[in-house]
C-alpha cells in the first residue's frame, strides 16, 4: 500500500513523517526529492532563481522515475507499506503554479499537462493526507528560505492542491494543519489505522 504526505512547505509533513516512523517500524519511509544524484540535481535547481520551470519539471520528474524503480516498486511489489513525504502531487501542484506563471511555453492547462506527463509510467498512491495549512502560516513555519516558500506563490501552490482534491475526493485525507504538532499527528494516525488495519 502506498501512502503519501502532502502539504505547502512547513504544514508539518516531516514532523509527522517522523513520528509515524516510530509506530510502523516494518514500513518503508521515503521521500521526494529523493536521497540520491537526481534529488542533488533537483535542490541545485530549488535554489537557482533562474531555474526554467520546464527544465525543473523533468528534472523532478526524472527523480520520481528513478524513486520508483529503485525504492517504491520494489516495495510494494513486496507487500510492504510505503509511506512517502511528498510525491506526485507536490509536482502537480508546485510545477503546475510554476508553469502557469512562467512565460514562453503553449502549456494551456499546466497541472493536466504535468498529470499528463506522469500518466503512462508513475503509479497512483493508495491514499494522501494533505495537510492543510494556509499559505501565510506556511511560509512563516518554513521560513520563506527559498523560491517555493513565499505566500503569493504557496498560494497558488494550495489552489492546485485543492483541483487534486476535487477530482480524486477518495484517495485523499485532509487533516487541519494548524492545529498543535500532538492534534495534527492524532489525526493523522486515525486515518492511517483506517487506512491500514494491518500494518506490515
Ligand atoms: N502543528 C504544528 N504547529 C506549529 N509548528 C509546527 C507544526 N508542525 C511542524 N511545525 C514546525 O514548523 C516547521 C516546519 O515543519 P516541517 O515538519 O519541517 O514541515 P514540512 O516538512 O511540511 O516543510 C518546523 O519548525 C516544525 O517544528
Ligand atoms: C517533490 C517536490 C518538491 N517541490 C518543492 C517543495 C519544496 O519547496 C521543495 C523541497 O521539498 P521538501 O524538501 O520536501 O521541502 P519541505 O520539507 O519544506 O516541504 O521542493 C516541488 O516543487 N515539486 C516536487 O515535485
Known sequence: MLVTLEGLD????????????????????TREPTNSWYGDAVYRSIEDDDADPLAELFLYTA???????RVIEPALD???????????????????????????????????????VHRPFSIEPDLT????????????????????ERAEYLESVRENYERLIERDPDRFARVDATQSPDAVLEDVTDVLAEAVPDPR
Open 78 to 116: 513486496g507487500d510492504e507499506l510505503v509511506i512517502s513525504d511528498r510525491y506526485s502531487d507536490s509536482r502537480f501542484a508546485y510545477q503546475g503554479a510554476t508553469l502557469e506563471a512562467a512565460t514562453g511555453h503553449d502549456i494551456a492547462d499546466p497541472l493536466e499537462y504535468v498529470v499528463d
Open 129 to 148: 493526507i494533505y495537510l492543510d495549512l494556509d499559505p501565510e502560516t506556511a511560509a512563516t513555519r518554513a521560513g520563506t528560505t527559498n523560491k517555493f
Open 10 to 29: 512547513g504544514s508539518g509533513k516531516t514532523t509527522v513523517w517522523e513520528a509515524v516512523r516510530e509506530r510502523y517500524p516494518e514500513a518503508t519511509f
Open 63 to 69: 527523480d520520481h522515475a528513478d524513486h520508483l524503480s
